[in-house]
């Protein structure tokens, strides 16, 4: 296994239990206790979590910049419409655009007018929802099933071959440092295909996500024309960004 897909798993183990210890992951991943250790000096070295003896604890006391690790399509349901409102009103009829897999990004399409558009996405909720608008083409890479998503090397081929305009980017957290970032590989490639086609890249993330860091980094914040929140979001934190010349837009 490679060392990318075991801090995966810890992370994901951790989030679950709020602590891991080196002997169990040592078993469960059929590596050695050293690999493990060496493992969870990396994340710890990235601020995702705190190693105690013989394991590791969810990094901080309640003030971490660690997002949760398994996140619920319902939380902050309220400040995602609120960003999928504000997205809307940067696509425009005929405009041909791609919509990353997300709660938020699915908002996005729950909102959409029944227009002539063009849409490229992978994630199946997605896809349910704009097959019943008729006026809207819809392009479907393809691949096999990943959770909620569609994966293949086939696809992310296929997408770098579109002509987007505008990609509408979802992620687990954002961070001046790290960019954007998501816990998990799966849907990695992809996200950084639709970001490498598209003339125009938009950033999605609710309030919550802000100065908080993930596992893996999607993309620097100089990839993103635009980073679309809500109104949650602290005055200070808008300042911070746009000193850096990272424009910030909230419904």
């Not at 897909?5 to 991943?29: A, D, F, M, P, T």
């Not at 790290?178 to 639709?194: R, W, Y």
């Amino acid at each position: 296994m490679l060392s990318i897909n075991r801090h995966e798993k810890i992370i994901e183990w951790l989030g679950l239990s709020r602590s891991v210890k080196v002997s169990n992951l040592s078993k469960q991943l059929n590596v050695t206790e050293k690999t493990i250790r060496e493992d969870l000096e990396k994340l710890e070295n990235m601020g995702l979590l705190k190693r105690i003896h013989g394991g590791a604890i969810i990094a901080g006391d309640g003030n971490s910049t660690l997002l949760p690790i398994s996140s619920n399509h319902t939380r902050n349901e309220t400040s995602k419409m609120a960003v999928a409102k504000s997205a809307i009103s940067f696509i425009e009829q005929r405009d041909i655009i791609a919509l990353d897999g997300g709660s938020t990004t699915l908002e996005i399409a729950r909102m959409l007018d029944n227009m002539p558009l063009t849409v490229i996405t992978n994630d199946l909720y997605i896809i349910s929802e704009l097959v019943k608008k008729d006026n809207i083409q819809l392009v479907v890479p393809g691949g096999y099933r990943n959770r909620n998503y569609l994966v293949s090397a086939e696809a992310i081929g296929f997408m770098e071959k579109l002509n987007i305009k505008k990609v509408f980017i979802s992620a687990t957290a954002i961070d001046l440092e790290h960019g954007l970032t998501v816990f998990t590989s799966a849907q990695i490639e992809q996200k950084q295909a639709m970001i490498r086609c598209a003339t125009e890249v938009y950033a999605v993330v609710d309030h919550s996500k802000f100065d908080k860091c993930a596992l893996m980094t999607i993309a620097p914040l100089t990839d993103l024309k635009l980073i679309i929140t809500d109104s949650g979001l602290h005055p200070g934190i808008i300042e911070k960004y746009e000193a850096l010349g990272h424009q910030i837009v909230k419904e």
